[in-house]
């Protein structure tokens, strides 16, 4: 009995003590599973288990004033393949709907027909690294492409979404619009307004199944996905386009090196179009040179010639220097407080002319100019000029915008700050043009220019808003009788044939200006006609330049153009006719 | 306890069994009467029945919720896909849109039915009927000289085409063009500076 007892307690203890070992075998894998490698293991599995996506953010569209689409985005795919996975000698394929085993180089052939990629570089793509698991066939095909191609269902050719931009207007007002490159914009409003067009990409995890089925419920967001806002432009697309063609027609004709065109809203100073020609069609980057991408309305200053001369005339009237029947004898030549040697002329020879301060104006005297203006002192010619906007960049703030120059007066000698009052000697942008008159129009008050009417964010809020701060630059007698003696310009001058509109008003003015090379004039000319329409109340500013032309080197040649435009704007805002005559002022005395 | 001690010992006369006492009736099982709320608290086979059947509802629920909850994941995911792909659809098409409606389109188009560009701005006075303004011949507009990539002439219309297919509708008897009818008539006459013009869609 003793010994059974014995043998029977070892034994118990024995089965106690191996199941406990047992226990504290788990018990301690437990532990390490659950607790020590506790975090590395569930990463593990959620890895295997988790997708992780990208959802795209749209990138906002450009569109003009009216809402026409002038940049979007849209979806490309890039066809890749896989060529590790790709048999060189027969793959599968599905044609008409079945199945069907073919040679490689059919399948191949199949893709380069869809995508006008060249068979032969396909073959190369795959042949060249055959360990590659990934490789580019077909960068951004159009939705019809990628979806023949999918159908084609071949195993080792796979897709991914290539987000691309496309300007459906083309050129029209490309070169205020930009473009985007490879890796983000590179210029104009696309570069400039970035922040607000930006989309955020967002970022999703969910868990799927073997067949890559989402998990109910799954689904995680780390970050909301953003579409990007859309930039209003002021411009109005057609009235762009009609502008830019008839500056192509007229700048080719004419044989210019390039031409520049604003139309501006008086009351507002919103830009309702600014052309170049050349323009670049964001589409297809080489259709210009390389320096022709931008937009010189912005961005190359000029010597602008007579068109300053309204700048003059208005601080004469401002300061009440002038009126617009003030006496002046011109001489042929004027020489007079200028150093040995120095002379001012006229674009045509002319004895002694008796004219008035508007014929002074109509017949675009420089030396009636020079006359007048030296009854301002520098300072104040100075200081009006920079107040007209001349010498700082304007309100729109565009890419690489240039500010000219107005040098300042203890760097002028005493002929430049003369021919600083009729546009020599002086530069400017035609956007700084196209504001002075602006500023005319509007009874003295300068609006800020103004390119892009804000930033709509995807919620519907608006940001960016203009700024509409005015400021009175000269008093409404003076800009309005400016426009007055501007009208005699288009009803007298030299060019009233050309200028004038059956039924309409219209205040001009024009200029031939010298432009300097290697440090001297030469016989290249920059020609514009700037103006105001409808005169009695000027709601829209027209500026038009011509650079460097062959065959006419006069004003003239951009008269047809500035009434084409003047003539189109009439129609595109339904400005109706005048009821009353232009005031007729002497421009002898 | 060896045999020689028995002599010695006188033989005890077994004491009688005592007489057993008479024997009681056997006495009936007794128990209290349980009462009734401890009757009612009493488990039951019915109670467990429910129970058992109840987590059995229970699990298969739990189950078939899961299978319809699985089936609808393939669905969401399903239409998540048809969805993606309109999407798709809708963009490109829009894009598409765009491109026709695109100026450079508009005028090619404008053009190759021989429409001209007016000349000098006209306006019809409503009010009195007249023409204001001084009419000029209408040009026509030289080719698009402002470029668009995009295009490549495909989408201009060939109005040699237009008219055949015009002279097949009207001898269908189709104008295609429907105004609506019963718009009440300009009762009152227009203001000045308005124009009116028929309701069609």
Not at chain 1, 461 to 482: F, N
Not at chain 1, 517 to 529: A, C, H, K, P, Q
Request: with cysteine; charged share 20%; net charge negative.
């Amino acid at each position: 009995m003793i010994i059974n007892t014995r043998a029977s307690r070892r034994r118990l203890a024995l089965t106690v003590l191996t199941v406990f070992a047992i226990v504290a075998v788990f018990v301690v894998r437990l532990v390490d599973i659950q607790v020590v490698r506790a975090a590395d293991l569930t990463a593990d599995a959620d890895e295997r288990r988790t997708m992780q996506v990208t959802t795209y953010g749209v990138r906002g569209s450009i569109v003009d004033a009216n809402g026409v689409v002038l940049a979007d985005s849209v979806e490309r795919f890039d066809i890749t393949a896989a060529p590790n996975n790709a048999n060189l000698d027969d793959t599968w394929l599905t044609r008409d709907g079945e199945r069907v085993k073919v040679p490689t180089t059919e399948a191949i052939q199949a893709i380069a027909d869809l995508t006008g990629v060249d068979a032969n570089s396909i073959y190369q793509i795959l042949a060249t690294d055959r360990e590659a698991q990934w490789a580019i066939l077909a960068p951004a095909v159009t939705l019809d492409v990628f979806k023949k191609v999918r159908a084609l269902q071949i195993p080792w050719v796979y897709s991914e979404l290539h987000p691309a931009r496309t300007y459906p207007s083309g050129a029209i007002a490309g070169n205020l619009v930009g473009f985007i490159g490879t890796d983000g914009p590179l210029a104009g409003t696309e570069l400039k307004q970035d922040e607000c067009l930006a989309a955020t990409n967002g970022k999703s995890t969910y868990e799927s199944s073997a067949d890559g089925v989402r998990l109910p419920g799954s689904t995680i967001v780390q970050q909301e996905a953003e579409d990007g806002g859309t930039i209003h432009l002021t411009v109005d697309a057609d009235l762009q386009w009609y502008t830019q063609q008839v500056l192509a027609q007229q700048a080719t004709a004419m044989g210019a090196d390039w031409a520049t065109a604003m139309i501006v809203e008086v009351k507002t100073g919103r830009i309702l179009a600014g052309a170049d020609w050349p323009s670049v069609d964001p589409n297809d980057l080489d259709s210009v040179g390389n320096d022709e991408r931008g937009a010189r309305i912005f961005a190359s200053p000029f010597e602008p010639g007579s068109v300053m001369k309204v700048a003059t005339f208005a601080s004469l009237l401002d300061q009440g220097k002038i009126t617009p029947t003030t006496q002046v004898t011109v001489p042929g030549i004027y020489t007079e407080g200028l150093p040995e040697g120095a002379s001012l002329k006229d674009s045509w020879a002319h004895g002694d002319l008796r004219l008035t301060a508007t014929g002074v104006l109509v017949n675009s005297s420089n030396i009636g100019t020079a006359i007048l203006a030296q009854k301002l002192s520098t300072q104040v010619r100075h200081d009006d000029l920079e107040a007209f906007g001349f010498n700082s960049d304007t309100a729109v703030d565009f890419l690489g915008e240039s500010s000219g120059s107005v040098l300042p007066m203890d760097q002028t000698d005493a002929i430049t700050n003369l021919t600083q009052q009729f546009g020599q000697g002086m530069s400017a942008t035609s956007a700084q043009i196209a504001s002075l008159y602006q500023t005319i129009g509007n009874g003295g008050v300068h609006m800020p220019l103004t390119l892009v009417d804000g930033c709509e964010l995807p919620d519907g809020t608006w940001t960016q808003k203009p700024s509409t701060q005015a400021t009175r630059v000269v008093s409404e007698y003076a800009a309005d009788t400016t426009v007055q003696m501007m009208e005699v310009v288009a009803t007298e001058g030299s060019l009233k044939n050309v200028l004038k509109i059956p039924g309409y008003r219209v205040a001009a003015k024009t200029g031939t200006a010298e432009v300097a090379e290697n440090g001297s004039y030469g016989s290249d000319r920059i020609v514009s006609v700037a103006g105001l329409v409808p005169a009695g109340d000027p709601q829209y500013a027209i500026v038009v330049t011509f650079a460097k032309p062959d065959t006419m080197r006069t004003s003239a040649a951009a008269a047809p153009a500035f009434n084409a435009i003047m003539k189109q704007v009439i129609k595109t805002f339904r400005i109706t006719p005048h009821t009353n005559g232009a005031p007729s002022l002497p421009t002898v005395w | 306890m060896s045999a020689a001690t028995h002599g010695n010992l006188a033989i005890a006369r077994p004491l009688r069994r005592p007489a057993e006492a008479p024997a009681a009736p056997p006495r009936r099982h007794l128990e209290i009467a349980p009462s009734r709320a401890q009757r009612r608290a009493r488990p039951r086979l019915a109670h467990a029945v429910v129970t058992i059947a109840g987590i059995g509802v229970i699990l298969l629920v739990q189950l078939l919720l899961s299978i319809v909850l699985a089936d609808g994941a393939y669905q969401i995911s399903a239409l998540q896909t048809d969805q993606r792909e309109l999407l798709r659809e809708e963009q490109a098409l829009n894009e598409q849109l765009e491109l026709l409606g695109s100026t450079q389109n508009l005028t090619a188009n404008a053009e190759a039915l021989g429409m001209v560009a007016s000349g000098n701005p006209l306006f019809l006075d409503v009010a009195t009927g007249g023409v204001s303004g001084k009419g000029s011949k209408a040009v026509k507009l030289p080719d698009n000289l402002v470029g668009n990539a995009l295009l490549d002439g495909s989408m201009v219309i060939d109005p040699a085409a237009l008219a055949a297919a015009q002279a097949a509708e009207d001898a269908s008897g189709d104008t295609g063009l429907h105004v609506v009818e019963g718009g009440t008539p300009a009762a009152t006459p227009p203001a000045p500076g308005t124009l009116p013009s028929p309701t069609t869609h």
